[in-house]
């Protein structure tokens, strides 16, 4: 429960920061439609970030290309290939999203690019250096954290970008509101090991919640998109650990993944599949909340 971790130091920003997910989202969404810094649509453009920064701009390059508003890569900024060093690759904008606006990689990335693409930067901390590399900058310090690890900078970032591709999230918000603080089910707290699934812009958000979960619990976490659970990785499913699917489950699940008669599943979610709200995951006395669609079964009773 929310006041569990509010009485303990370790964790306190963390806790602040999560709850305060649906408010902050709602100053994104007005700053969004009433800002014009991101590229036109039909520009060629690439999105790059950091851990969980690079997780969001999958998240968006997936929506922008599902919208039709334009080819739209992600990458790791310490990988990508653009315009300064990929001929082939002439890119019309570069949007870095970084909370710190302090990230090394990125930082040089935008100083190989200067002159050679527009740069627009999506930041926390609007005091940081990437304000002088960047041709523009999206601030977002209503959203920037005090804790080490990112939650609520992450998903306003999302929220903001994925309001300028027209997609309504205020339902997300008032699912929201009474889920960051509801309780946790006993099956999700004793489980062992979470699998983290999503298609689409989704499929960024469960990379996202797998490193979350790695970072602020030291949990058994693994993601992949939605139909690659089957190529692999569900050998790992057994009693006792939990696949988690962000949005509705694939249509060819059913029926030849219906759950086998010994197991039982955990219900889904009865939240709107375009972005359901929060889930909150308490582990071995930890707990963690992020803004991602919930639809969830055990990892041995997909539900058919």
């Known amino acids: 429960m929310v006041s569990a971790m509010s009485n303990n130091t370790l964790g306190a920003f963390m806790e602040e920061e999560l709850v305060s997910q649906p408010e902050v989202w709602q100053r994104a969404i007005e700053q969004s439609k009433a800002e014009h810094l991101l590229p036109a649509d039909g520009e060629r453009i690439a999105v790059v970030g950091c851990g969980t920064s690079w997780f969001m701009a999958q998240s968006y390059a997936a929506a922008r290309e599902a919208a039709g508003k334009g080819v739209t890569d992600a990458f790791a900024a310490s990988e990508a290939f653009l315009n300064h060093n990929s001929a082939g690759r002439q890119y019309d904008a570069v949007i870095a999203i970084t909370r710190s606006g302090t990230t090394t990689e990125v930082l040089e990335l935008l100083e190989a690019l200067r002159g050679k693409v527009r740069t627009i930067a999506v930041i926390g901390d609007v005091n940081s250096p990437i304000t002088t590399l960047a041709d523009a900058v999206i601030g977002l310090p209503y959203a920037d954290e005090k804790s080490v690890v990112q939650t609520r900078f992450a998903t306003t970032a999302l929220v903001y970008l994925l309001t300028s591709l027209g997609i309504e999230l205020g339902t997300a918000i008032e699912d929201a509101r009474p889920a960051v603080a509801e309780p946790v089910s006993q099956e999700l707290l004793d489980a062992e090991q979470f699998?983290?699934?999503?298609?689409?812009?989704?499929?960024?958000?469960?990379?996202?919640?797998?490193?979350?979960?790695?970072?602020?619990?030291?949990?058994?976490?693994?993601?992949?998109?939605?139909?690659?659970?089957?190529h692999g990785p569900i050998s790992i499913a057994a009693p006792g650990r939990v696949t988690w699917i962000f949005g509705p489950q694939p249509e060819a699940w059913t029926p030849t993944w219906a759950a086998p008669a010994p197991f039982t599943s955990i219900p889904a979610s009865t939240r709107s599949p375009s972005w359901p709200g929060s889930i909150r995951s308490r582990w071995r006395g930890h707990a963690y909340a992020a803004s991602i669609p919930t639809s969830r079964v055990t990892s041995r009773a997909l539900l058919s």
């Open 195 to 230: 699998t983290f699934l999503g298609t689409g812009w989704t499929v960024g958000l469960a990379h996202e919640a797998g490193l979350k979960m790695r970072e602020a619990v030291q949990g058994w976490t693994e993601s992949y998109p939605a139909m690659e659970y089957r």
